[in-house]
């Protein structure tokens, strides 16, 4: 790698852990490193609306125009919500950002430290060339056992077309392609007409994904729907998780229990309070979510909340 190779982010909100992925000699994306996350506000789910305190979850783009380096929470850059698909189903919202400090109200604060290095990297890799870099930002690690616990969440369809995303990256460890139609994200995916565009709000025109990527991401699709579907005969329950408001990483819980929001703060240069502190050392109520639908069967219908 050199300091000017692009770059890819993606979060995980439930772990609170940022990852920097950056592209190598083979053209394929390696990690980097992973960051843990000071503070994120708001539940599991994607951002709905102007003022709930959800951070989004999607596939975003940065370019240079995003990045501010005078920022009050000492630098940040904006992840650019709402995105295409986020505006055909009606979800509102600015000002979403990754920033230092610790305190959020629908962004991811990383301390001032975190967000120095995420600046640099992100300043170098759009110097050497890159236009943009994509941020996907996720509810929770997109593994068969975090989908299976979640499955009677109302946003399971949701997050079932995240982890098509996921998977996509995963396995060609190269961003994808990402476009929008049917009030869904499509990756990888060019319409059989020509003449034939993608729109977000619009039914899906016939079209094919590209033939490597299909046949690697079919191939884990059906693997983890397997492991699915052990998980559910072994009885595993459905439940839900219920936040005071978000969390932080247990790295800083563990500073904020033994010191407090005073030495926490220590670890920003700005006026900045840590957020909500007492919420975010609370742990998150899990409690069963009752009957589930047929996640595993893939019968369930993205309806975009």
Known sequence: MTLSDPILIRVFKKEAELEVWKRDGSGQYTLLKTYPVCRWSGQLGPKMQEGDRQRPEGFYTVRAGQMNPNSACYLSFDLGFPNELDGALGRTGSALMIHGACSSSGCFAMTDDGAAELFALAREAIRGGQEGFPVQSFPFRMTPENLTEHRASRHIAFWRNLK?????????????KVASCGRRYVFNAGPNDPGARFGAGAACPPYTVEAGAAMMVAAKQASDERRVREIVVSGKAAVSYTYLDGSMHPSFQEILRRA????????????????????????????????????ASGTVQNDGT
């Not at 840590?274 to 979510?289: F, G, Y």
């Open 164 to 176: 098509e995303g996921s998977d996509h990256f995963e396995t060609t460890r190269r961003p994808p």
């Open 260 to 295: 407090g929001p005073t030495r926490l703060q220590a670890l920003t240069s700005g006026p900045v309070e840590v957020s909500r502190p007492e919420t975010a050392l609370a742990e998150p109520k899990v409690t069963p979510a009752g009957p589930a639908p047929a996640w």
